[in-house]
């Protein structure tokens, strides 16, 4: 499993806190702890905004969650203050952000009110890169990317967040094409490439290259002349099982074999 705090951490360096163990919790609340959830359930990245000042802090954050609505803590996962990341609450934690729908959803919220105010540059470059951070660890850890969405769009949710200003660039980044998925090669050029670098000639008569093959091995050297007879080393992957396979010139439907 990738650890998602090493990945934030390498990514943004001076600009990233992990504040997991320093910001307020009352696991004895009136919603009781956060639990844990099999993160093979998460399927969405769901981005929000806090609604206060843009400079207010994540203990306040977390004061209110847990004051006002009664939470065991703050209720997202990663934030975005003026530009600057920090990791609130656990990956593994189904948390308090988006309604019957916490074991599905990993949430990332910038401060501000963006029904209100423009996004920041900086906070929206932070965005892009957080996301890319995120999607880099759900298809290392639970093999696929998550689904980017605005809090609002998330099935069974009725609110405005993340604002209207924010979720225009939830849908440039939710649209961004996959940089870990190639256009492919230009083909002339590859082939080319390959020509010039085969070192295992074939036999176009084939007898010991068909026999190997047939035997579930893979050639390992040329052709090579041996006695009287004609020699090619074969390998089976899965144990490593050695042959070198020979046959008589112009006798070439008597293949045979010794092994190692």
């Excluded at 400079?55 to 939470?71: E, V």
């Excluded at 949710?157 to 980044?173: D, F, M």
């Excluded at 020979?246 to 293949?255: P, S």
């Amino acid at each position: 499993m990738a650890d998602l705090n090493a990945l934030l951490s390498a990514e943004f360096g001076s600009g990233y806190q992990d504040l997991r163990a320093t910001l307020p919790h009352n696991p004895n609340g009136p919603s009781g702890d956060f639990s844990l959830r099999p993160l093979l359930g998460l399927d969405i990245l769901a981005v929000h905004h806090t609604v206060g000042p843009r400079d207010q802090s994540w203990k306040a954050i977390a004061q209110t969650h847990i004051k006002d609505r009664g939470f065991a803590g703050i209720g997202y996962h990663i934030g975005i203050r003026q530009g600057a990341v920090a990791y609130l609450g656990d990956v593994s934690q189904a948390r308090a952000c988006c309604r019957d729908m916490n074991h599905r959803v990993l949430c990332v919220s910038i401060t501000g009110n963006y029904e209100t105010m423009p996004l920041d540059a900086a906070d929206a470059k932070a965005l892009g890169r957080v996301a890319a951070v995120v999607q880099g660890w759900a298809q290392s850890s639970i093999g696929r990317k998550l689904k980017v969405l605005g809090h609002k769009e998330v099935p069974g949710q009725a609110t405005a967040c993340p604002g209207r200003n924010l979720l225009v660039e939830v849908h440039r980044i939710a649209t961004l094409p996959d940089p870990g998925t190639p256009t492919g090669p230009d083909a002339p050029r590859l082939l080319a490439e390959s020509a010039a670098r085969q070192t295992l000639p074939l036999n176009r008569q084939a007898a010991l290259l068909k026999r190997i093959i047939a035997d579930g091995f893979l050639p390992t050297s040329p052709e090579f002349p041996f006695d009287s007879f004609i020699a090619q080393r074969a390998e089976r992957l899965n144990d490593g099982k050695v042959r070198v396979y020979y046959v008589k010139a112009g006798d070439f439907g008597n293949v045979k074999f010794v092994e190692r």
